[in-house]
């Protein structure tokens, strides 16, 4: 992993959000993280909300998996496992978005973005 250099904000120079925000890469930025963000959570609920639904109106997670084991304790225990999944996943995709955000304070600093 390279380290990416932190960006330090030089406290005397006062920063236009409004210009920030009508930027067309700040935008992207934006768009890039709704594309990920909204289908990985549509996709944690579902599978989250899809234990409690099925125990308690199906008995098919009720039948033997593995000898002893019911699908409900594999799916439960899938449950954990998605979670530390999907952290790690956006854990690795937060890190472009860093980069795109430093790029566009960058932008901003060097006079602003032409549109």
């Known amino acids: 992993m390279g380290a990416e250099k932190e960006y330090k904000q030089d406290p005397a120079k006062e920063v236009d959000y409004v210009q920030v925000t009508e930027s067309a890469s700040f935008k992207k930025l934006m ?3 709704k594309k990920f963000i909204i289908p990985l959570t549509i996709f944690f609920l579902v599978f989250y ?3 409690p639904i099925l125990t308690s109106y199906t008995t ?4 033997p998996a593995i000898g002893d084991i019911s699908w409900v304790w594999l799916f439960a225990l899938a449950q954990f496992v998605m979670t530390w999944v999907l952290c790690t996943v956006y854990v690795k995709k937060a890190a472009t978005f860093d980069k795109q955000a430093n790029e566009i304070i960058r932008e901003i600093e060097k006079g602003g973005e032409e549109q």
Request: aromatic share 20%; no cysteine; glycine share 0%.
């Open 31 to 33: 768009h890039d993280r």
């Open 49 to 51: 909300f899809l234990l």
């Open 60 to 63: 098919f997670l009720n039948t």
